[in-house]
């Protein structure tokens, strides 16, 4: 059984930075950042398995990362505006994930996170 557990959300202003991190039990394979933002579908932002893959709207200002020693998912996200408000959740997956847009379909990740909340100020 996999959980997971996101920390590190909150309010900074524009052009600010944050560090969210998952606290991962369980074996995963690919894992992955997802947001939610008020209105708005949900939306894949960085994942990770062999290599990192991005959304387009966070290439160049998020960056993913996992520790496994640690058990860690982290997402760095730098230079943060308005449209990044959202709730993010931590997801994984029990299996491999092909490079590419796959790596940000939600229907691809069996196992959620409860969400960590994000608020952009501009």
């Known amino acids: 059984q996999v959980q997971l557990v996101e920390s590190g959300g909150g309010s900074v202003q524009a052009g600010g930075s944050l560090r969210l991190s998952c606290v991962v039990s369980g074996n995963t394979y690919a894992m992955a950042w997802f947001r939610r933002a008020p209105g708005k579908e949900r939306e894949g932002v960085a994942a990770i398995y062999a290599a990192d893959y991005y959304a387009d709207s966070v290439k160049g200002r998020f960056t993913i990362s996992r520790d496994n020693a640690k058990n860690m998912l982290y997402l760095q996200m730098n230079n943060l505006n308005a449209e990044d408000t959202a709730m993010y959740y931590c997801?994984?997956?029990?299996?491999?994930?092909?490079?590419?847009?796959?790596?940000?379909?939600?229907?691809?990740?069996?196992?959620w996170g409860q969400g960590t909340q994000v608020t952009v100020s501009s």
């Open positions: 997801t994984a997956s029990a299996w491999g994930i092909p490079y590419g847009n796959a790596m940000l379909d939600p229907e691809r990740y069996g196992y």
